[in-house]
């Protein structure tokens, strides 16, 4: 199993120093890869981490590529309906390129309706804009000549090099849905689901499976998950945020977050990222220090 986190880049006041920092110290603690988050605009009123202080995700990924020589770079997840599509294949390729080929591209179709609704984009119509963005992004990132004749973007004959440094960009889709686990299925080469328990997630993963050689894919689709992870006795949580799904997944003593994970591995997942933004940065810091030397080594 491989672990990575999810940057703190939203909910504290922004400090960028204090942001480099904890990329900086899980790369070198062996962290696997590091994760950004998408929100652009949120309503004020509503009690929500992601409201404050978010850094936009494509471009704070492009500064930490600079920054940490090794850990892949994923988002978790970008919105696909929120972006131009052409553009955001082209940033996305770019970054790969600058970063010698470490990009995981996570997707979402969104649920914030009144972010739809101030980025003038038809909510009602998110699946089938995310199914032609990942259709034209697997264009984009395959030729370096592209057509492309669909409902929301049509053009003939044009240059889109340079392509990724990967021969083949990674796309992860977030979701805990069947039609998430479908969207993999038709255009993914993994599934990001959000803390699930382990059953639950088994389950989506077998669902995930069934679908898969339907579709007439090879080989098998990568598993990973996001989820929370509190040490006690080591994390503190800070900020006043209201209840999220999936909090108490991996939270407990030593001993109850190393059986948990077990259960994990047990289900399936081959890449879990840490959601430690509830966390100060200080803090964030020794609980990543405490996973990798005593509860990592016992998996």
């Known amino acids: 199993m491989e672990f990575g986190i999810c940057i703190p880049h939203y909910g ?7 942001i ?21 605009i949120v309503p004020r009123t509503m009690d929500l981490i992601y409201r404050d202080h978010m850094l936009e995700p494509v471009a704070l990924l492009s500064h930490v590529a600079a920054l940490v020589p ?34 995981i591209v996570g997707v979402g179709g969104g649920w914030m309706t009144e972010e739809f609704a101030a980025l003038d984009t038809p909510f009602p119509e998110r699946g089938k804009i ?25 053009f003939q004959d044009m240059k889109v090099s340079p392509l ?22 038709e255009f993914g080469d993994g599934w990001h689901a959000t803390a699930l328990t382990p059953q639950a997630f088994t389950e989506g993963a077998q669902h995930l499976k069934d679908l898969w050689k339907k579709k007439g894919r090879t080989g098998e689709p990568v598993l990973s998950m996001r989820a929370s ?44 990222v840490f959601e ?10 020794q609980t990543m220090e405490t996973f990798m030397t005593k509860i990592k080594p016992r998996l």
């Open 164 to 185: 990724p440094a990967q021969r083949h960009l990674p796309l992860w889709v977030g979701g805990t849905s069947a039609r998430a686990r479908r969207r993999v299925a």
């Open 20 to 40: 480099i920092a904890n990329v900086r110290h899980a790369e070198a603690l062996g962290f696997d890869s590091v994760w950004v988050t998408d929100h652009i």
């Open 12 to 18: 504290k006041t922004v400090d960028v120093q204090g």
């Open 276 to 285: 430690l933004s509830l966390q100060s940065f200080e803090s964030s810091a």
């Open 229 to 272: 992870l509190f040490i006690e006795g080591i994390s503190a949580e800070v900020l006043p945020y209201g209840p999220r799904p999936g909090r108490d997944l991996l939270r407990g003593d030593l001993e109850t977050v190393t059986n948990r994970l077990r259960a994990y591995q047990a289900a399936g997942v081959q890449h879990l």
């Open 70 to 103: 090794r850990v892949k770079l994923g988002t978790s997840v970008l919105i696909l309906p929120y972006r131009n599509p052409v553009v955001l294949a082209k940033m996305l390729a770019t970054i790969d390129q600058l970063s010698s080929g470490r990009v």
């Open 130 to 154: 995310s199914d032609e963005c990942l259709r034209l992004m697997r264009e984009m990132w395959t030729h370096e000549t592209v057509s492309f004749n669909g409902k929301y973007t049509t």
